[in-house]
T-cell receptor, first 112, second 112 residues
Framework: DTAVSQTPKYLVTQMGNDKSIKCEQNLGHDTMYWYKQDSKKFLKIMFS???????INETVPNRFSPKSPDKAHLNLHINSLELGDSAVYFC???????????FGQGTRLTVV | KQEVTQIPAALSVPEGENLVLNCSFTDSAIYNLQWFRQDPGKGLTSLLLIQSSQREQTSGRLNASLDKSSGRSTLYIAASQPGDSATYLCAVSGGSNYKLTFGKGTLLTVNP
């Protein structure tokens, strides 16, 4: 029974397209995150939502728009994809400051 | 701004050795510190969580320590096995938004 699940696992798309990545957690956590892992494997936070409200936006281009329909879901929509957006995107959830963060398996996005 | 450094960047040891991975962070105002494992092409698996009030946590052959005042943590792996080969990531949670700040990881290879 997967705790944090992301779809799709792989995404290959052309420059200029718009794409979405979905994330769901069944842990009952209040807070969900999106992290980006670049080609050098460095993980950096992009967004955080707490109970459907945006609490972190780490200078991410406005082509990236997170959407949280409820506290169990946090989707990431990317407009006008660029080559530099190629990376692995991880969704995570936690009870912040209290519990460990659980991560999804990642979505490998390749923009060609 | 919190910065997390992991040393060494890579480590290769023969099977059966005990080893220590190091993590340091610049801002001691943290809620907790978490050690993760990442296998190639996979997501992050949480290994140990140490709350800021704790000094260490143990799970099986793993022991993590935390010295918050000096901004340091170590992950001790006893009797290493080839299956321990992976990238080990250290992350600290802090600030008003509890975000996780990651180090760049230590790539561990355990040779049979």
């Amino acid at each position: 029974d997967t705790a944090v699940s992301q779809t799709p696992k792989y995404l290959v798309t052309q420059m200029g397209n718009d794409k979405s990545i979905k994330c769901e957690q069944n842990l009952g956590h209040d807070t969900m995150y999106w992290y980006k892992q670049d080609s050098k494997k460095f993980l950096k936070i992009m967004f955080s939502y707490n109970n459907k409200e945006l609490i972190i936006n780490e200078t991410v281009p406005n082509r990236f728009s997170p959407k949280s329909p409820d506290k169990a879901h946090l989707n990431l929509h990317i407009n006008s994809l660029e080559l530099g957006d190629s990376a692995v995107y991880f969704c995570a959830s936690s009870l912040p400051g209290v519990t460990e963060a659980f991560f999804g398996q990642g979505t490998r996005l390749t923009v060609v | 701004k919190q910065e997390v450094t992991q040393i060494p960047a890579a480590l290769s040891v023969p099977e059966g050795e005990n080893l220590v991975l190091n993590c340091s962070f610049t801002d001691s105002a943290i809620y907790n510190l978490q050690w993760f494992r990442q296998d190639p092409g996979k997501g992050l698996t949480s290994l140990l969580l140490i709350q800021s009030s704790q000094r260490e946590q143990t799970s099986g052959r793993l022991n993590a320590s935390l010295d918050k005042s000096s901004g340091r943590s170590t992950l001790y792996i006893a009797a290493s096995q080839p299956g321990d080969s992976a990238t080990y990531l250290c992350a600290v949670s802090g600030g008003s938004n509890y975000k996780l700040t990651f180090g760049k990881g230590t790539l561990l290879t355990v040779n049979p």
